[in-house]
């Protein structure tokens, strides 16, 4: 900045210097010369600030050169009776802005001995050159206080502004500071739990925190989540009683295309939007925040946000909401994980207690009946051997045959409850196996056709729960369809997604009927139920195609990855 005024103030002197010899008249190329080269000086010294540059020992070199040019251009133009007698004040001013008082008086006395020797030996006028070098010490004085205060004034502002820019860092460091510590309060708020409602009520609550710390802020929010195909509220602040019980299904407005995109939202006129404009709380805001809370292709629900202020959701506050929505949407995962780990462990029960009742009932229904029967056949043969031993012989041979029949039909019920060759061989044995086993004890026809490269991309996990579907659905078909044939068959219909399906040519039943049977009699055998509850267990789809008449088509469509099994996911919620 010196530099700046230095120069600034050296092409106010030039361009005075040359208009007093216009003047004049005395503008000859020799004692013109001087003067040529200060404007070339001043023009090497403005490239220089120009470039932000500086030569060694600039400041006293920049003196040192005025003055030397100075008093060559004082000398060559006549001295002290010419228009060049006050060409010390350039030399003067230099010094006084690099230097202050003590730079402009040393310069102003260096100057002032040129022109009193130039007065005294030259021109031969001492008084003169005594009353112009005290005025030069003179003004050298006041440029010196001038630029001194100038100067002082300068380091003030400087100063100033450094504090105020030390602020400025302080409070960037601390709004940043409270951002890490909101996010870390976050998560641990997020992570501490895995009840639903408390998760949501954690997002919203942090939420808020973060975008205000004022008590009173009319800001208003929600986060909505997806229940069957409308978006409920979960959570929420300044909702009135009628917002909470709204649903919304983000088919139009700023829902639909905050969710369709995946990506955050600002939008405005609230009032105009078809869906939101129905929230009372949101009547009387400008803008709003929109955050899908979206995962891959799992679409959980949003968070919005609706303040009055049009300019509210500026960037650091969207950047905020965005890291809370992400980390929402993790914890949201994970409730909706523990929540169905939790569903899938009283499942359990319910299919290990169902296995229970269908042991209990098949063990009465078979062996016991046949125990029974058993039982009355040996009474009989007791007494016929003291009055016919012909029919008694052909007792026992009944007899021997229903042994071996119900010992047929344990073995049969044994190797559905943990088929070892499942474990041993796989899936196609397995099912080769309960075929062979239905035609011995049963007299059924099962045929299999399975897709060996489908298998090998099953775990052992699956290959039982699709094991166990088939028995069902066999037995189903065995005992009540009447069918001479039940087909099994496992393929690819498209990339990632198998489809399994058994078949017979029975008599069929409606579907819509049995559905409204089971739902009356709570304590009945719940075969569909059983095969739907089992496919979801493996992310399959389940579907029954019956027909009285016609026969009955079981189907589960099975992901044989995770994008397959998102897929169907969304499929089946729309």
Same mark, same amino acid.
């Given at each position: 900045?010196?530099?700046?005024?230095?120069? +600034?103030?050296?092409?106010?002197?030039?361009?005075?210097f040359t208009a007093s010899l216009g003047i004049s008249g005395s503008m000859a190329l020799l004692p013109s010369l001087?003067?040529?080269?200060?404007?070339?000086?001043?023009?090497? /010294?403005?490239?220089?600030?120009?470039?932000?540059?500086?030569? +060694?020992?600039?400041?006293?070199?920049?003196?040192?050169?005025?003055?030397?040019?100075?008093?060559?251009?004082?000398?060559?133009?006549?001295?002290?009776?010419?228009?060049?007698?006050?060409?010390? !004040?350039?030399?003067?001013?230099?010094?006084?802005?690099?230097?202050?008082?003590?730079?402009?008086?040393?310069?102003?006395?260096?100057?002032?001995?040129?022109?009193?020797?130039?007065?005294?030996?030259?021109?031969?006028?001492?008084?003169?050159?005594?009353?112009?070098?005290?005025?030069?010490?003179?003004?050298?004085?006041?440029?010196?206080?001038?630029?001194?205060? #100038?100067?002082?004034?300068?380091?003030?502002?400087?100063?100033?502004?450094?504090?105020?820019?030390?602020?400025?860092?302080?409070?960037?460091?601390?709004?940043?500071?409270?951002?890490?510590?909101?996010?870390?309060?976050?998560?641990?708020?997020?992570?501490?739990?895995?009840? &639903?409602?408390?998760?949501?009520?954690?997002?919203? @609550?942090?939420?808020? *925190?973060?975008?205000?710390?004022?008590?009173?802020?009319?800001?208003?929010?929600?986060? #909505?989540?997806?229940?069957?195909? @409308?978006?409920?509220?979960?959570?929420?602040?300044?909702?009135?009683?009628?917002? /909470?019980?709204?649903?919304?299904?983000?088919?139009?407005?700023?829902?639909?295309?905050?969710?369709?995109?995946?990506?955050?939202?600002?939008?405005?006129?609230?009032?105009?939007?078809?869906?939101?404009?129905?929230?009372?709380?949101?009547?009387?805001?400008? *803008?709003?925040?929109?955050?899908?809370?979206?995962?891959?292709?799992?679409?959980?629900?949003?968070?919005? $946000?609706?303040?009055?202020?049009?300019?509210?959701?500026?960037?650091?506050?969207?950047?905020?909401?965005?890291?809370?929505?992400?980390?929402?949407?993790?914890?949201?995962?994970?409730?909706?994980?523990?929540?169905?780990?939790?569903?899938?462990?009283?499942?359990?029960?319910?299919?290990?207690?169902?296995?229970?009742?269908?042991?209990?009932?098949? !063990?009465?229904?078979?062996?016991?009946?046949?125990?029974?029967?058993?039982?009355?056949?040996?009474?009989?043969?007791?007494?016929?051997?003291?009055?016919?031993?012909?029919?008694?012989?052909?007792?026992?041979?009944?007899?021997?045959?229903?042994?071996?029949?119900?010992?047929?039909?344990?073995?049969?019920?044994? $190797?559905?409850?943990?088929?070892?060759?499942?474990?041993?061989?796989?899936?196609?044995?397995?099912?080769? +196996?309960?075929?062979?086993? /239905?035609?011995?004890? &049963?007299?059924?026809?099962?045929?299999?056709?399975?897709?060996?490269?489908?298998?090998?991309?099953?775990?052992?996990?699956?290959?039982?729960?699709? $094991?166990?579907?088939?028995?069902?659905?066999? @037995?189903?078909?065995?005992?009540?369809?009447?069918?001479?044939?039940?087909?099994?068959? !496992?393929?690819?219909?498209?990339?990632?997604?198998?489809?399994?399906?058994?078949?017979? @040519?029975?008599?069929?039943f409606d579907i819509k009927a049995m559905t409204q049977e089971y739902l009356k009699r709570a304590n009945s055998s719940?075969?569909?139920?059983?095969?739907?509850?089992?496919?979801?267990?493996?992310?399959?789809?389940?579907?029954?195609?019956?027909?009285?008449?016609?026969?009955?088509?079981?189907?589960? &469509?099975?992901?044989?990855?995770?994008?397959?099994?998102?897929?169907?996911?969304?499929?089946?919620?729309?």
């Open positions: 900045m010196a530099d700046w005024i230095a120069i +600034s103030l050296r092409w106010a002197m030039l361009v005075g001087p003067l040529v080269l200060l404007i070339m000086w001043n023009l090497v /010294m403005s490239a220089l600030a120009g470039l932000n540059m500086r030569v +060694s020992y600039h400041r006293p070199v920049s003196i040192f050169v005025d003055v030397v040019l100075a008093g060559a251009f004082y000398f060559m133009m006549g001295g002290l009776r010419t228009p060049a007698f006050w060409a010390g !004040l350039l030399p003067i001013i230099t010094a006084a802005i690099y230097y202050e008082i003590i730079g402009a008086f040393i310069t102003s006395v260096l100057f002032s001995v040129l022109i009193l020797y130039s007065g005294l030996s030259v021109q031969g006028d001492l008084i003169l050159a005594g009353i112009i070098s005290a005025g030069q010490i003179i003004l050298s004085l006041l440029f010196g206080f001038l630029s001194q205060n #100038m100067s002082g004034s300068m380091k003030e502002n400087r100063e100033h502004q450094k504090v105020v820019e030390e602020k400025k860092v302080v409070t960037q460091a601390a709004a940043q500071a409270d951002r890490i510590r909101v996010i870390y309060e976050l998560t641990q708020e997020l992570n501490s739990t895995l009840s &639903y409602k408390h998760v949501l009520e954690s997002a919203l @609550n942090i939420s808020t *925190s973060a975008l205000s710390n004022e008590t009173n802020d009319p800001l208003a929010g929600a986060v #909505m989540l997806f229940r069957e195909e @409308n978006l409920e509220v979960g959570s929420a602040q300044r909702f009135t009683a009628a917002d /909470m019980r709204l649903t919304f299904p983000a088919e139009e407005g700023a829902l639909k295309k905050a969710i369709d995109d995946g990506d955050p939202l600002v939008f405005t006129d609230i009032e105009s939007d078809p869906e939101l404009g129905r929230v009372i709380a949101f009547q009387s805001c400008k *803008s709003g925040y929109c955050f899908p809370l979206r995962s891959g292709l799992n679409v959980y629900g949003a968070l919005v $946000f609706a303040h009055p202020n049009p300019d509210y959701f500026n960037t650091e506050r969207r950047n905020m909401l965005d890291i809370i929505g992400r980390q929402s949407v993790i914890a949201i995962q994970n409730a909706r994980l523990y929540q169905d780990l939790v569903e899938e462990k009283e499942r359990m029960t319910e299919v290990q207690e169902e296995a229970r009742k269908k042991l209990a009932r098949d !063990l009465h229904d078979g062996p016991t009946q046949s125990v029974a029967a058993m039982a009355m056949r040996l009474s009989i043969i007791k007494r016929l051997l003291t009055k016919d031993v012909n029919a008694a012989s052909e007792e026992i041979t009944r007899l021997e045959d229903l042994a071996h029949r119900t010992t047929k039909e344990i073995r049969h019920m044994l $190797f559905t409850l943990r088929p070892l060759v499942l474990e041993a061989q796989g899936l196609t044995a397995a099912l080769q +196996s309960m075929s062979d086993k /239905m035609r011995e004890t &049963y007299n059924q026809n099962v045929t299999i056709n399975i897709d060996e490269n489908i298998v090998s991309q099953l775990e052992m996990g699956k290959q039982g729960v699709i $094991f166990y579907i088939a028995e069902e659905a066999v @037995n189903n078909a065995r005992k009540h369809a009447q069918a001479e044939t039940i087909a099994v068959r !496992l393929r690819q219909i498209e990339k990632g997604i198998a489809l399994f399906e058994i078949v017979d @040519n029975g008599v069929g719940l075969g569909m139920v059983n095969l739907r509850e089992r496919a979801e267990m493996i992310s399959g789809v389940l579907q029954m195609d019956s027909t009285p008449g016609k026969g009955t088509k079981v189907q589960v &469509y099975i992901p044989l990855n995770e994008e397959a099994a998102d897929r169907i996911r969304n499929a089946r919620n729309k």
